[in-house]
């Protein structure tokens, strides 16, 4: 009995000590790897703490570079490099020069993505789920060559299975149909779906972001964009994925309220772009595509005929934190006036200064975010900074009627974006995600009205919504917002 003790004190003594040093390699990885100090700290005291339980949770959440993809798009361009140079110089033509005011606002972002804005576009703001899925649903029949789609919800429900039986209908006419979905959140998603879509000769793909070895457990990096394209000459992004509830059919959220835009113009094969590099990354395939330019018939669309457009993605690949800087020059930049609004308000130090210096200045700053959560934890944690929201003037309100799910900004009078980044930390360094970035003015009145529209079904609230809650709220709005870095 003596000697079977001693052989599992010793196994027991060997297990810890491998862990220990499996410990000590993660806090290197930290210290080598984290963005910021105190993102550094945090994660070394708690793998100190709490070893058995922070080194896996470490490895899973705690990593902000996502490996491997900027080197698939490059490999890409390298395989068909002959089919890309066409592509540039198709564009060339309509690329804009920006000049005066749009220096100021989008100079920063087309250094950014090595992307250019174009002019000659068409951009119609789609208010709700029944205009968009009716524009989109209308496009998709309109289609003659190929439908591109990408969301990061797919759900096995009304609109889910209209959306399925218009692919496969389409996909059996001779129609190529390749849809790109994210596994995490659509993982509610059913192997018969599935299969009647590939059944239907539907390309359909997982984006398959745990790829590689060295993102073999990396389940917190989403591709969280939505895109359709119809044939390259008409394309849609924004804040919906496919499910009743974007319908507003939800018995838990009632109305549901989010924002699209569709857009005809160059700006179209720049969106075909994006798209294109996540269907590589999934696939290692490039489908045959139009890269041919299809500029509106009438020039005199939504958006006043001739915006100026980026399709501006971002995502963890790169040095640089895209999505970061996109929201920082937006604020930055701005004279008059910052609207956003976002289901998710939890950011860094540097997003709360730079919100604080443009109210300071004298902008008006507005944050519409949702008074029913989805999400209970970032829910609570934007608890935490009203005080100092307030205390510099930024202006929150909290939308009333059913949930709020936009991700939609206007700059002035003449910067607007629509798209899937949130404000807050996912988006700016852990989801791949994209946004129409206008340059109009047509638009930013467009967008700008449409916010007051929601501002109007808001309450405005302050230090008071916090300080006036008991104590056990308080403490769970300081716990949540220990988890910000994550959210």
Known sequence: MFEQFSEKAVVGTLIFLSWEIFAIATI???????????????????????????????????????????ERLREARSNHEEAYRDHLVTMEPHYAELEGDEIRYAGVLERLTE???TRGNEVCLLIDGDQTFEAIFKAIESAESYILVQFFIVKDDGLGNRFRELLERKSRAGVRV????????????????????????????????????????????????KIVIVDGRVGFVGGHNIGDEYLGLSKRFGPWRDTHVQLNGPCVLSLQMVFLGDYYWATRQVPELNWTTVIPADGSGCGGGDATVLTLPTGPVG????????????????????????????????????????????????????????????????????????????????????????????????????????LDNRSMRLNFEVTAVVLCRDFARQVAAM????FARCREVGASDYSSRPWWFRLAVRVARLFSPVL
């Open 28 to 70: 290197v990885n930290i210290v080598m790897k984290a963005r910021s100090a105190p993102s550094a700290w945090g994660w070394s005291m708690a793998v100190l703490a709490l070893p058995f339980f922070a080194v896996p949770l470490y490895w899973i959440l705690g990593r902000y570079q996502f490996r491997g993809y900027l």
């Open 115 to 117: 992307r250019r804005f």
């Open 178 to 225: 390749y849809f790109v979905y994210d596994e995490i959140g659509s993982h509610q998603i059913s192997k018969s779906y599935i299969r009647s879509l590939q059944n239907a000769g539907v390309e359909f793909h997982p984006f398959h972001s745990t790829q590689g070895p060295s993102n073999r457990f990396q389940i917190n990096f989403r591709n969280h964009r």
């Open 319 to 422: 040095p640089i934190e895209g999505g970061t800087i996109f929201f920082l020059n937006a604020i930055t930049r701005a004279r008059e006036r910052f609207w956003v609004a976002t289901p998710y308000f939890v950011t860094d130090e540097s997003i709360r200064s730079a919100l604080q210096m443009a109210a300071l200045r004298g902008v008006d700053v507005r944050i519409m975010i949702p008074d029913h959560p989805d999400k209970r934890i970032p829910w609570l944690a934007t608890f935490s900074i009203l005080d100092e929201m307030e205390a510099a003037g930024v202006r929150i309100f909290r939308y009333e009627i059913g949930f709020l799910h936009q991700k939609v900004l206007v700059v002035d009078e003449l910067f607007a974006g629509v798209g899937t980044a949130n």
């Open 451 to 454: 916010l007051e529209v929601d």
